[in-house]
């Protein structure tokens, strides 16, 4: 078993026997909504792995490279930086999509900056935002997460 | 109120089983007509199932454990009245904590503006609900590794606070000008 997965579960186990320790019903109350949402992730998650199988089978590193790589410059990060801010992905699995991206071709910077806007950015929600918050609020808050987004993606491929 | 959302997710669940449905439906055509990217399209899928399957319970009980063990009135409570470095620091811990999808986070951070938290601070609360989740981190650990994601949560606080900061001045500045114009 790899060493990450085995320190994550460990973490979580750990954490919940503290919890039950503490309070075992709402540590009851905490596992059914784990259930529950893990249910509700469930078809995405399918979805998301069916879709990086079909890109690796169909999509050559050559293609990714020309789109979001090393070819692409700043086109690519600023194509995966819209890409991130449109698509409506569960963060927690964007990641195994961000990694076949790295692995296949794509830029440290791309990807980092389609994984920054994507968790940053809320455009299903920013209806919402703007009502709770405000216009001016909202828009400041979104669009310049979008700058960031870039910044934080050019400084880690420049570090990484 | 939790009727509604309710409804709302059992509208969503049923969307995401069509999409789906959708998806492996173009995936046989596609795979039938290309038998030859069977091969990598089925192992290359089988292979992520796997590794999804070795994590996703893990943060999935500790996004419920944080779910239930942390009210909400907790966290308005402690970042209403802090502010400074001790505020900033505050608005990062209280917002990484995964209590819920972002919409939840926006009526309290009404809650902290009413109670008068500064807008940074609020500003870095919502971006810090937004990105820095532990589980979050943790999918990003294993797929990408230590070092990417050390360094993306970094420079995402960094830049956070440096964002929140700036907002302040420009709501702040605009708001004055508002009241400038007003009583001429």
New interface residues.
């Given amino acids: 078993m790899d060493i990450k997965v085995l320190v994550i579960n460990l973490f979580a186990l750990g954490c919940l026997i503290f919890a039950f320790v503490k309070d075992k019903t709402k540590t009851k109350q905490s596992l059914i909504i784990a259930a529950k949402s893990f249910l509700r992730i469930l078809p995405v998650v399918l979805i998301i792995i069916i879709f990086i199988g079909l890109l690796l089978g169909f999509v050559t590193p050559d293609g990714i490279s020309r789109i979001i790589g090393e070819k692409s410059g700043f086109k690519g990060t600023l194509l995966a930086a819209l890409a991130g801010t449109i698509l409506h992905i569960p963060s927690i699995i964007s990641f195994p999509l961000a990694a076949a991206l790295l692995r296949s071709g794509a830029t440290i910077t791309a990807v980092a900056a389609f994984i920054t806007t994507l968790t940053m950015i809320g455009t299903i929600t920013l209806p919402l935002e703007i009502k709770e918050l405000g216009k001016k609020m909202a828009l400041l808050r979104n669009g310049m997460s979008f700058l960031i987004a870039i910044v934080i993606a050019f400084i880690m491929g420049i570090i990484l | 109120m939790k009727n509604n959302r309710n409804i709302k997710?059992k509208k969503?669940?049923f969307r995401?089983?069509i999409?789906?449905g959708v998806?492996?439906i173009i995936?046989i055509i596609?795979l039938l007509l290309?038998p030859d990217?069977q091969k990598?399209?089925?192992s290359?899928?089988w292979e992520?199932?796997i590794?999804?399957l070795?994590?996703?319970?893990?943060?999935?009980?500790?996004?419920?454990?944080f779910?239930?063990?942390i009210p909400k009135e907790m966290v308005v409570k402690y970042l209403g009245k802090t502010s400074g470095l001790k505020g900033i620091i505050l608005a990062v811990l209280l917002g990484a904590l995964p209590t819920g999808?972002?919409?939840v986070a926006?009526?309290m951070?009404?809650a902290l503006?009413n109670k008068g938290a500064r807008?940074s601070n609020v500003?870095i609360f919502?971006?810090a609900w937004?990105?820095i989740?532990i589980?979050?981190e943790?999918?990003?650990?294993?797929?990408?590794g230590l070092?990417?994601m050390a360094?993306?949560l970094f420079?995402?606080i960094v830049?956070?606070i440096?964002?929140g900061t700036?907002?302040e001045q420009?709501?702040e500045w605009?708001d004055k000008k508002a009241k400038g114009s007003t009583n001429e």
Avoid: N
């Fill in positions: 997710t969503g669940m995401d089983v999409i789906l998806t492996v995936t596609l290309f990217k990598t399209v089925i290359k899928s992520i199932f590794e999804m070795g994590i996703l319970p893990a943060v999935m009980v500790l996004m419920g454990l779910a239930v063990m999808p972002l919409y926006f009526p951070a009404v503006i807008i500003i919502l971006s937004a990105c989740k589980p979050q943790m999918m990003e650990f294993r797929f990408l070092k990417f360094l993306r420079l995402t830049f956070v440096i964002m700036l907002i420009i709501i605009s």
